[in-house]
């Protein structure tokens, strides 16, 4: 009777390590699945922003150019709008966002600096102007903005 116990025991402890042991590896495939979705879903959203750059570049080539007055480029402007917002929308449903500085203000760790110029008007690490647009999700940096600071 007492080896039976002692062999119940035995048994019932290898299967307690067995599954704690399946467990753990469970525990550590779903996380390491999780890293893979969210480094994917970064990647493509890199992907996406540089579309949207894209975009944006070409929209500021035509204002500068002028030919945002010609009522051709103007209809083909606003369909490339359209197709910018949804590009923008597809990043909101995954949560990322453009990093907005509604003090004008560098944000250590979202930004880099790029140039910096002399302004005593102005406070340092105040943006003057923003170079490319950043994005995050959450609290995690998909991109850096890249932006030009005032450095007295």
Known sequence: MKDDIELLKSQLSRIFVENLQSNN??????????????????????????????????????????YNKIDEVKRTTSRYKTIHKRLLGLLQYHGITKIEFPDKRLIVGFCEVVETETDMNRKNDEIISVIRNGYIRGKELIRPAQIIVVKN
């Open 25 to 66: 590896y469970l525990k550590n495939e779903i996380e390491h699945k999780e890293n893979e979705k969210r480094d994917l879903l970064k990647e493509m959203s890199l992907n996406i922003i540089d579309i949207i750059d894209s975009f944006e570049n070409i929209e500021e080539w035509i204002v500068e150019n002028e």
